[in-house]
Nanobody, 122 residues
Framework: QVQLVESGGGLVQAGDSLRLSCAAS????????MGWFRQAPGKEREFVAA????????SYADSTKGRFIISRDNAKRTVYLQMNSLKPEDTAVYYC???????????????WGQGTQVTVSS
């Protein structure tokens, strides 16, 4: 069992940076791949980035590649999402998720956090 708690969301201006954190509890955190997803009002939940449990496999959505960086610190049981050059279209609730491997589909993940709101003003 893994419990996930996101933090770090907020209101920023276009071009700003923000770092999200996802703290995990549970002794098996180090064996899970971790993903970040986001969901804007009226839209489906979409993939943002994911990282394998070793940190050696990274995957990004085309819309975030080159701007966002996913990383993890297994000793701290935390995964991060560094978001740079933010755009208004990045506005959404951001969720972290834990699963057995790096996947782009939300259905591939077993555990989810409650989400943190990111709002980017123009």
């Amino acid at each position: 069992q893994v419990q996930l708690v996101e933090s770090g969301g907020g209101l920023v201006q276009a071009g700003d940076s923000l770092r999200l954190s996802c703290a995990a509890s549970g002794r098996t955190f180090n064996t899970y791949a971790m993903g970040w997803f986001r969901q804007a009002p009226g839209k489906e939940r979409e993939f943002v980035a994911a990282i394998s449990w070793t940190g050696t496999i990274l995957s990004y959505a085309d819309s975030t590649k080159g701007r966002f960086i996913i990383s993890r610190d297994n000793a701290k049981r935390t995964v991060y999402l560094q978001m740079n050059s933010l755009k208004p279209e990045d506005t959404a609730v951001y969720y972290c998720a834990a699963g057995s491997r790096v996947l782009l589909q939300p259905t591939g993940y077993d555990y989810w956090g409650q989400g943190t709101q990111v709002t980017v003003s123009s």
